[in-house]
T-cell receptor, first 111, second 113 residues
Framework: QQQVKQSPQSLIVQKGGIPIINCAYENTAFDYFPWYQQFPGKGPALLIAIRPDVSEKKEGRFTISFNKSAKQFSLHIMDSQPGDSATYFCAASTGFQKLVFGTGTRLLVSP | KAGVTQTPRYLIKTRGQQVTLSCSPISGHRSVSWYQQTPGQGLQFLFEYFSETQRNKGNFPGRFSGRQFSNSRSEMNVSTLELGDSALYLC????????????FGPGTRLLVL
């Protein structure tokens, strides 16, 4: 019940495309859902986060869509650029600081 | 403001040895969490410290331990290293305990031979 399932495992899009990464969870106690971006050799960096009382949140080219009834949330990257090529992780927590991470999605944006 | 720093960045040890990793959180942050990242298991929570006390612990054996000092700096120790302990160990800091934004350091890459 503590798992966060993430798909797809890898994704290739052309520059300007809109990659979508999906995550699903079971634990209804989760109340915080961040997305992290990780480049090789670096630690994860927070991109954007959402709480269950909001269905959508936008920050720049990144949008989280949240479906509380389906227990799913997704990341959309608008106008993707080669510099967005990285591994993306969704995560969830219950307020006790312990982040449960998805398995990651390796995104490649081709020029 | 300086980010989370971790030392050393790379480490090579042999089975049976022990290792200590260090983490300095962002100035003013009082909560420090540790995560292990491996290709097979992904990112897994190890433990969290706040005000020098362990507040939460993941499902790792007792060989993994940690502590936090009064200046919020934290160390984690792994005793009797096993090959499977080879991983990237990440430290994350946040302002306080609870659901707060966590800022990750660059990690310490540990290789156990």
């Amino acid at each position: 019940q503590q798992q966060v399932k993430q798909s797809p495992q890898s994704l290739i899009v052309q520059k300007g495309g809109i990659p979508i990464i999906n995550c699903a969870y079971e634990n209804t106690a989760f109340d915080y859902f961040p997305w992290y971006q990780q480049f090789p050799g670096k630690g994860p960096a927070l991109l954007i986060a959402i709480r269950p009382d909001v269905s959508e949140k936008k920050e720049g080219r990144f949008t989280i869509s949240f479906n509380k009834s389906a227990k799913q949330f997704s990341l959309h990257i608008m106008d993707s650029q080669p510099g967005d090529s990285a591994t993306y992780f969704c995560a969830a927590s219950t307020g006790f600081q312990k982040l449960v991470f998805g398995t990651g999605t390796r995104l490649l944006v081709s020029p | 403001k300086a980010g989370v720093t971790q030392t050393p960045r790379y480490l090579i040890k042999t089975r049976g040895q022990q290792v200590t990793l260090s983490c300095s959180p962002i100035s003013g942050h009082r909560s420090v969490s540790w995560y292990q990242q491996t290709p097979g298991q992904g990112l897994q929570f190890l433990f969290e410290y706040f005000s020098e006390t362990q507040r939460n612990k993941g499902n790792f054996p007792g060989r993994f331990s940690g502590r936090q000092f009064s200046n919020s700096r934290s160390e984690m120790n792994v005793s009797t290293l096993e090959l499977g302990d080879s991983a990237l160990y990440l430290c994350a800091s946040s302002l306080r305990q609870g659901t707060e934004t966590q800022y990750f350091g660059p990690g310490t890459r540990l290789l156990v031979l």
